[in-house]
C-alpha cells in the first residue's frame, strides 16, 4: 500500500442540496427509474437462449450492435451510485433483481463464467484480431457495475458473478503468450479492463485477480510514459484513459513506482497541453495533434463526454497521492465546463460531443433510441455528483468543490453542511455540527482563479487569513457545535487562450467558461436530439471581436440584474454578442472560443473569406458544367434509381451530410456516363475519419483506385476525382462503380459520389 494524502469520503456520507447539482442529480435518478429492465436484459436473455418477449431498446443496444449490453453495466453502476448518493431503496431493488437474473443468463450460458449480451465467438475474433467493436470495452462496463452494486450496495451476488467472469476471463488469456496478449489489445478498444481487475482484486484479494488485472496493461500505451514521452498523436482517447485509471489504481495498490510515474505523466499532459478551457479533450475522438497544438482542433466533435467522465476519475486517484490543489483545480474546471453543461434540463438527456467549434449547438441522446457510450457515463456521472467535494486525511477534512451539500463524518462525530449557491455566489459558508468539541483541521481550496484575494469569517468575525490561489486555506481549532466559515471568493474575468495561437481564446469568469448565444437559426428539436451523434445542417459565423489589445473587462460588462450574464462591449463584428456560463446555455447556437482581432487583422480576414468563397462559387458552377451525374447518398429514392447494391452496408448522417459504408463489405451504384468522351468519378470524404478505413474502387469491375481514410483533412470534407481509363466507359451508357473494403477494414463512408466529364488537359 502507499501512503495517501488525502482520501475521497464514500458517496453515502454525502448528501447533496437544493442547487444545480442535485437537480441534475433528480433528472438522472428520474431517467434510471423510467428504463425498463426487461429492455435492458433482452439481449442478455437472448445470448443465452433465455425466453424474452421485452422490446429490444436501440442504437448502440440494438440486437445486431457489437458493443449491445454495454449500457446494463453502467446502468448498474448509475443505480448502485444513485442508492449511495440518495437512498433510494426502490432503484436498488430494481438493480439487486436485475443482477439476479444476470446470474441465470451467466448459468444458462455454460461457459464457465462467460456473462455478455454477445455470443463467446467475438471473443475469437479479437484474439484472432478480426474485425470486430471492442468486446473487452462491454465487459469491462460489466464488470464495472457488478462490482459498484457489490460496493455501494452489499450485493453478494453481483461479486459472485464478477469473481466468474474473472475465471473465465483467466481461463481464456491464459492460453496466450503475452506478445499474442498485447497485439489483441492493440487491435481493438479494451475499456479499462486492467481498472475493473484491479478493483475486483481489492475486493477479494485474489492474487489471480490483480496477475489478471497486469496481463490487460497495455504496453503501447505505458511504455512511452514511463520514459516521459508523449506518443498520444493519433490515439483513440476514450481507449487511453480508462487504461491509465487501471495503472493508478494498480500503483495504489502495490505501491510500484513505475506505475505512479506512467499515470502523472499522462495526467499532466493531458491536462496541461491537450485540454480545452472546459477541461475536456479529445477532437472527434482522438489526440490528432502533437502537443499545445489546438487551435485547429474546435469543431462539432471536440471533446467527447467520456473523456472527460474518465479524466475526472484518474484526478481522483491522481489528487489522493499528494493533496495538490491543481488536481483540484482541474477538477473543478472540467466538471464545471465538462459534465454539467452536457445534460438537458427538460428531459435529462446526455451528450456524446461537446462542440466547440463556433455556430453549433448541443445535441442529446433519446432515451431509448440512442444509448451512445456517453450516455452511459453520463448516468453514472450524475449519480455521483457529490463525489470529490470533500476528501479527509488523519488531522481534517479538505473542501475541494463549492457545492451545496451536507458531509456526515461519523468516526470524527462531525458534520459539515456547506451552505452556497456557487456559482451564483462568490464563495460560501460551512457550518460545523458535533456533539462535544473536536480539534480539527479544515483545509478550504483557494481556488487558481481567486486573484482578488479572499475573506474569511468564523463566526462572524474576520480572520487575519492570506491564502494565495492555487492552495489551501488551513483552518486549525477547536470546533463547537454551530460554529461558522464563511469565504469570500471574488470571481473575475480571465481569457483562456489557444497555446499555439493566443488571439483565439475562450472568456472565463472564475471557473465558468462562457458562451456566446448565437440565436436559434434553422434548429429544431429533431435536430437537438437524435439517435445518431452527428449534428445537422452548417454552423452559424460567429462574431469576430475586434478588440485592439484592450483590457478584457474594458470590453466585457456584466448584465444587470442577470446572474451570470455578460455583454461585449462595442467589439463584435458585425455585432456584440451575450455570454451566458456554458452550463445554463441550452436550445440556441454558441461558440465558446472567439477570435480576437484588430482592426487591420479583421479587414485582412474579411477579404480574405470573401476571395475564398468567390473561389467556391467559381468551382461549384464548373463542376456542375461538367456534372453527368449523381447520386445523393443517404436518399433512398436516389439510391434506388441508382441500384444500389451491397452487403454489410449501412448508412448515417454527420455534420450535416449523409454517408454510406461498408464494415467489412461493399457497395455500388449505377452512374451513367457520356459514351463518347473521357470519365473522371469524384468522391466526397470526411477528412476525419479514423479506424481501418482501407478499400478499392471498382468500375465495371476493374479497380482504378484504393482509398485510405485516417484524418486526411482533419476537421473538413474534401473531394477526390479518380480518372476512369477511357475504356472503362467508351461506347456505354452507365457504370457500375462499386466500393469494396479491404480484409478487416471498412469501405467509405461515402458523403458524395459524382460523374464528371474529365478537365481539359492543355
Known amino acids: 500500500m502507499i501512503p495517501i494524502k488525502a482520501r475521497p469520503f464514500d458517496l453515502k456520507r454525502v448528501r447533496l442540496l437544493d442547487g444545480p447539482f442535485k437537480d441534475a442529480m433528480e433528472r438522472d435518478r428520474a431517467y434510471l427509474h423510467a428504463l425498463e429492465s426487461d429492455r435492458l436484459l433482452h439481449t442478455f436473455r437472448v445470448n443465452a437462449g433465455l425466453p424474452s418477449s421485452a422490446e429490444p431498446l436501440g442504437g448502440w443496444e440494438e440486437p445486431n450492435v457489437e458493443v449491445r449490453g454495454h449500457t446494463l453495466g453502467h446502468y448498474l453502476s448509475a443505480c448502485a451510485m444513485m442508492y449511495a448518493s440518495t437512498g433510494d431503496e426502490k432503484l436498488k431493488a430494481k438493480a439487486d433483481a436485475i443482477v439476479a437474473e444476470l446470474a441465470k443468463c451467466q448459468k444458462a450460458l455454460g461457459s464457465g463464467g462467460y456473462l455478455s449480451a454477445f455470443p463467446e465467438e467475438f471473443i475469437d475474433r479479437v484474439e484472432a484480431r478480426k474485425r470486430v467493436w471492442a468486446p473487452y470495452y462491454t465487459l469491462h462496463k460489466i464488470y464495472a457495475g457488478l462490482l459498484d452494486m457489490y460496493v455501494h450496495c452489499g450485493n453478494e451476488q453481483a461479486l459472485e458473478i464478477a469473481r466468474g467472469m474473472a475465471a473465465w476471463t483467466k481461463r481464456r488469456t491464459d492460453r496466450l503468450d503475452k506478445n499474442r496478449v498485447q497485439r489483441m489489445l492493440d487491435a481493438t478498444e479494451q475499456g479499462g479492463m486492467n481498472d475493473a481487475l484491479a478493483n475486483l482484486y481489492s475486493v477479494t484479494g485474489d492474487p489471480d485477480h490483480l496477475a489478471l488485472s497486469r496481463r490487460f496493461n497495455q504496453n503501447s500505451y505505458n511504455e512511452p510514459l514511463a520514459r516521459r514521452e508523449d506518443h498520444l498523436k493519433g ?31 499522462f495526467w499532466d499532459q493531458v491536462t496541461g497541453t491537450r485540454c480545452y478551457a472546459t477541461g475536456g479533450t479529445s477532437h472527434h475522438e482522438h489526440w490528432r495533434t502533437e502537443p499545445n497544438v489546438l487551435s485547429r482542433e474546435l469543431g462539432p466533435t471536440t471533446q467527447e463526454t467520456c473523456c472527460t467522465y474518465n479524466m475526472l476519475k484518474l484526478t481522483r486517484h491522481v489528487f489522493s497521492w499528494k493533496a495538490d490543489p491543481r488536481h483540484a483545480d482541474y477538477y473543478e474546471r472540467a466538471l464545471f465546463n465538462g459534465i454539467l453543461p452536457t445534460q438537458n434540463p427538460e428531459d435529462g438527456m446526455m451528450m456524446y460531443f461537446v462542440p466547440l467549434g463556433s455556430g453549433w449547438y448541443k445535441k442529446f441522446n433519446l432515451p431509448r433510441d440512442s444509448f451512445w457510450c456517453c450516455t452511459g457515463t453520463g448516468m453514472e456521472s450524475f449519480a455521483k455528483l457529490g463525489d470529490s467535494i470533500y476528501f479527509h486525511d488523519n488531522q481534517g477534512a479538505f473542501v475541494n468543490l463549492f457545492i451545496a451539500s451536507e458531509l456526515k463524518w461519523p468516526e470524527k462525530g462531525v458534520c459539515i453542511r456547506q451552505e452556497t449557491r456557487f456559482p451564483e455566489q462568490q464563495g460560501t459558508s460551512l457550518v460545523i455540527a458535533t456533539e462535544k468539541p473536536l480539534e480539527m483541521v479544515l483545509r478550504i481550496r483557494i481556488p487558481y482563479w481567486a486573484t482578488r484575494g479572499v475573506t474569511v469569517k468564523i463566526n462572524g468575525q474576520q480572520q487575519p487569513v492570506s491564502a494565495k490561489p492555487a492552495s489551501y486555506l488551513v483552518l486549525k481549532r477547536t470546533w463547537k457545535d454551530g460554529d461558522r466559515v464563511d469565504v469570500d471568493l471574488p470571481m473575475s474575468l480571465h481569457l483562456h487562450r489557444m497555446p499555439d495561437d493566443p488571439s483565439v481564446a ?43 489589445g484592450k483590457d478584457l473587462n474594458a470590453w466585457v460588462q456584466p448584465v444587470a440584474e442577470a446572474p451570470l450574464t455578460f455583454r461585449t462591449v462595442g467589439v463584435g463584428r458585425p455585432e456584440d454578442v451575450t455570454l451566458v456560463a456554458f452550463y445554463r446555455l441550452f436550445g440556441q447556437r454558441y461558440a465558446v472560443y472567439w477570435n480576437l482581432l484588430t482592426e487591420e487583422k479583421w479587414r485582412a480576414r474579411e477579404a480574405e473569406r470573401e476571395a475564398r468563397e468567390a473561389r467556391e462559387a467559381a468551382r461549384r458552377k464548373i463542376l456542375q458544367e461538367r456534372m453527368i451525374d449523381s447520386v445523393e447518398i443517404g436518399n433512398r429514392a436516389s439510391e434506388h434509381e441508382h441500384n444500389l447494391q451491397g452487403e454489410r452496408t449501412g448508412a448515417g448522417r454527420h455534420m450535416g451530410k449523409s454517408w454510406r459504408h ?101
Open 506 to 548: 475562450a472568456i472565463v469568469y472564475g471557473p465558468l467558461v462562457l458562451a456566446g448565444e448565437l440565436g436559434t437559426e434553422n434548429l429544431t428539436r429533431e435536430m437537438t436530439h437524435g439517435a445518431s451523434q452527428g449534428l445537422e445542417g452548417d454552423p452559424v459565423r460567429a462574431p469576430d471581436l475586434v478588440v485592439n
Open 662 to 762: 461498408a464494415p467489412g463489405g461493399w457497395f455500388s451504384y449505377d452512374l451513367r456516363v457520356s459514351p463518347d468522351q473521357p470519365m473522371t468519378l469524384m468522391c466526397t470524404w470526411w477528412g476525419d475519419e479514423s479506424g481501418q478505413r482501407t478499400f478499392d474502387i471498382l468500375v465495371d469491375g476493374r479497380k482504378i483506385a484504393t482509398q485510405t481514410l485516417l484524418h486526411n483533412k482533419p476537421g473538413e470534407f474534401f473531394d477526390v476525382e479518380y480518372e476512369i481509363p477511357p475504356p472503362l466507359t467508351r461506347d456505354k451508357k452507365k457504370v457500375t462503380v462499386k466500393f469494396q473494403a479491404h480484409p478487416a477494414n471498412t469501405a467509405g463512408g461515402v458523403f458524395g459520389c459524382a460523374m464528371l466529364k474529365q478537365k481539359n488537359k492543355e
Open 235 to 265: 490515439l483513440h482517447v476514450n481507449s487511453f484513459i480508462p487504461n491509465m485509471i487501471g495503472t493508478a489504481r494498480q500503483y495504489k495498490l502495490t505501491g510500484e513506482q513505475v506505475f505512479h510515474d506512467i499515470v502523472t505523466f
